[in-house]
C-alpha cells in the first residue's frame, strides 16, 4: 500500500511538473517561461585573427561548442584594421591624348604618382610629357615633372598631404601615358 503511494505521488508531481512547464516530456529541462525550447547557454570560442586584408578588414571563426543554434552571444567574427606600411592604389589614368584628370580623394599623408609615357618612335621628334598637379579648386600646380618618353618609368612625384586633387598631362609626340596614383597606409 506505502508502495502505491509513492508511485501515485511520483506520478502526480510529475504531471504537475509538466503542468506548470518545468519538465517535458522529454525530461529535459526547459525554459521557467513555460514554452518548450530546451535552456541552453551559447559557449563561443573563436580562432585568433586572420593577418589584416588589403581590403583592411581582418576575419575570424567562432564555434559555439554547445551547439545551442543560436547566436545571441556569438562574438565579432570582422573588424576593419590598417594595412601597416604598404602603398595602395588610388587611381590609375591612361589616355593617348592630353587630359585633365577626373578628381581624386587622396587618403593619406604620404602619396605618390608613378608615372610613364611611350614615343613609339614613329614620329620626327622626340616624345615628352608635361604633368602638372592641382588641389582641387586651385589654378596654381603644386607640383610639375616632364620627361621624354621612352618605354620606361619616369621618376616618382610624392606629396605630404591627403586631398583632392586632379592632374593635368600634355603630350607631344607620345602614343600614350600611364599613371598610378598611390598612397602608404
Not at 512547464?21 to 585573427?49: A, I, K, L, R
Not at 552571444?73 to 591612361?94: D, M, T, Y
Request: proline letters at 3%.
Amino acid at each position: 500500500m506505502e508502495e502505491r503511494l509513492l508511485i501515485s505521488s511520483i506520478i502526480a508531481i510529475f504531471i504537475f511538473a509538466v503542468i506548470m512547464g518545468s519538465f517535458s516530456m522529454t525530461g529535459q529541462v526547459v525554459n521557467p517561461g513555460g514554452d518548450d525550447q530546451p535552456t541552453c547557454t551559447e559557449n563561443w570560442q573563436c580562432s585568433d585573427w586572420s593577418e589584416c586584408s588589403m581590403g583592411g578588414e581582418q576575419t575570424r571563426e567562432c564555434t559555439d561548442v554547445n551547439e545551442c543554434g543560436t547566436a545571441n552571444n556569438r562574438p565579432v567574427q570582422s573588424r576593419f584594421c590598417e594595412v601597416p606600411g604598404a602603398w595602395h592604389l588610388v587611381e590609375r589614368f591612361a589616355d593617348a591624348n592630353n587630359e585633365e584628370t577626373d578628381v581624386f580623394y587622396v587618403p593619406s599623408d604620404e602619396w605618390r604618382i608613378d608615372w610613364n609615357c611611350f614615343d613609339a618612335e614613329n614620329h620626327e621628334e622626340e616624345g615628352t610629357a608635361y604633368i602638372s598637379v592641382y588641389r582641387q579648386g586651385s589654378t596654381k600646380p603644386i607640383a610639375t615633372a616632364s620627361g621624354m618618353c621612352v618605354f620606361a618609368e619616369q621618376e616618382d612625384l610624392v606629396f605630404d598631404e591627403r586631398g583632392w586633387y586632379f592632374i593635368n598631362v600634355q603630350t607631344a609626340f607620345t602614343d600614350w601615358w600611364t599613371m598610378d596614383v598611390e598612397a602608404y597606409y
